[in-house]
């Protein structure tokens, strides 16, 4: 099976990113789609298209000609009281926490989802996956997600999650099976 993993174009600049963002594509996001396209465009032949709930990526989806369903499981990580806010602002508020949450992975001082808990809820959504024709799937997430899918697949220590970074519209495959799973690049 080879799941294929888009992160959505931006909804917002990169000072601007807030945790939990569900704001719809801005214009750079739309003209970066745009520009996407004749590369991205054959990802639409796979037998499951999906998405993350965000405004932001089902417009990226519905752009590239995917269609895709939307699936909860490829949602943001809950970030609790501190949806809505940027990491400066929370730095700036809860110091303390920032740090407890940087460094533990079981820690949830927002008071939402812990890493580790994110991370096994993408992995539980990449096993659970139907193979159905020649297995090829592809969904649109956020970056967050991915991050958390490669850091499954490769069976990564957590504090490799902060050390990964995903740009809009990058693409990323895994393939393989339940529990094992390989990354692709190239």
């Known amino acids: 099976m080879l799941v294929t993993l888009i992160a959505a174009a931006r ?7 807030r945790f939990g ?17 004749p590369v991205l465009l ?14 932001c990526c089902r417009q990226t989806g519905d752009a590239l000609g995917l269609a895709p369903m939307a699936q909860p499981a490829l949602r943001d990580c809950d970030m609790g009281r501190w949806r809505g806010l940027t ?27 812990p890493l580790l808990s994110f991370v096994s809820r993408v992995g539980g959504w990449l096993d659970t996956r139907p193979i159905e ?25 957590p504090q490799s999650y902060w050390r990964t970074e995903v740009y809009p519209l990058s693409v990323v495959s895994l ?12």
């Open 175 to 186: 393939s393989g099976h339940p529990g094992r799973w390989s990354l692709r690049l190239g």
């Open 21 to 37: 963002d569900d704001r719809p594509l801005d214009t750079a996001g739309w003209h970066a789609v745009e520009r996407a396209i």
């Open 11 to 17: 909804s917002s600049s990169l000072l601007d990113a």
């Open 42 to 55: 054959p990802l639409a032949a796979a037998e499951l298209r999906y998405c993350s709930p965000t405004p």
């Open 87 to 113: 990491l400066r602002e929370v730095t700036a508020r809860e110091p303390g926490a920032v740090d407890l949450w940087l460094s533990d992975p079981r820690s949830a001082p927002h008071g939402g989802e």
């Open 133 to 157: 024709g020649d297995g090829r799937i592809v969904a649109v997430t956020e970056s967050s997600v991915i991050r958390a899918a490669m850091l499954y697949a490769l069976k990564a220590p």
